[in-house]
């Protein structure tokens, strides 16, 4: 396993269009995770699903974010109508849940840096 | 909620000399994980050292190590013989067990000179 992969990596957008982001985690891993990083800032919770169930929703998760895990493996999240504020680095994380007691913690992929003209 | 607040937004250090990157926390929560993350520039954020907070002897890992005071909820990270593959920018993260969510720090953008 390779580690934790998004697709795209960069999305230029323009206002009111709709995108797709892709995440693959680590196989075995049951817990994925969604993050937000604006630049200089760090990575802020968005959602994240253990297997296919999505178990908690930040506030900053409006209703024009939408998030999916079907099959408890890769989760896509949509957002629709963009604004220019949800310009910003989308980061996915896998981990097993629980923590095995020495070596494991979250693995994040490299991200979808969206762009909104 | 948990808070976590980095206090360096920049720091800078020789090559082969020591830094260290502080970190503040704020829970009620009794079981949870610590970590320390290095983000380079446009990489990926990988994990440097973590911290069970049951345990009360302090991690290491080669030239990485760290300071955790629980009861004054602080955990810095020490970096000895500074490499320039350090310079990258550090993100203190509290992991919430219960949870099943890390709040991260604001970073430190951390410069190895030669």
């Known amino acids: 396993d390779t580690g934790v992969s998004q697709d795209p990596r960069h999305k230029i957008t323009k206002r009111g269009q709709n995108v797709t982001f892709r995440c693959d985690p680590i196989s075995e891993h049951n817990r994925l995770y969604w993050y937000r990083q604006t630049l200089g800032q760090g990575p802020e919770f968005l959602t994240y699903f253990q297997n296919e169930a999505q178990l908690e929703k930040s506030r900053l998760l409006s209703d024009r974010f939408s998030a999916e895990r079907p099959k408890g493996s890769f989760s896509t999240l949509e957002i629709q109508r963009t604004e220019q504020g949800d310009s910003a680095m989308y980061l996915c994380a896998s981990s097993s849940h629980p923590f095995s007691p020495s070596t494991d913690t979250q693995y994040f992929g490299p991200g979808t840096r969206l762009t909104v003209l | 909620a948990q808070t976590v607040t980095q206090s360096q937004p920049e720091m800078s250090v020789q090559e082969a000399e020591t830094v260290t990157l502080s970190c503040t926390y704020d829970?009620?929560?009794?079981?949870?994980?610590l970590f320390w993350y290095k983000q380079p520039p446009s990489r990926q954020m990988i994990l440097v050292i973590r911290q069970e907070a049951y345990k009360q002897q302090n991690a290491t890992e080669n030239r990485f190590s760290v300071n955790f005071q629980k009861a004054a909820k602080s955990f810095s990270l020490k970096i000895s013989d500074s490499q320039l593959g350090d310079t990258a920018m550090y993100f203190c993260?509290?992991?919430?067990?219960?949870?099943?969510?890390?709040?991260f720090g604001d970073g430190t953008t951390l410069t190895v000179k030669p």
């Open positions: 829970t009620s929560e009794n079981n949870y994980y």
């Open positions: 993260a509290f992991y919430n067990t219960n949870a099943g969510k890390s709040t």
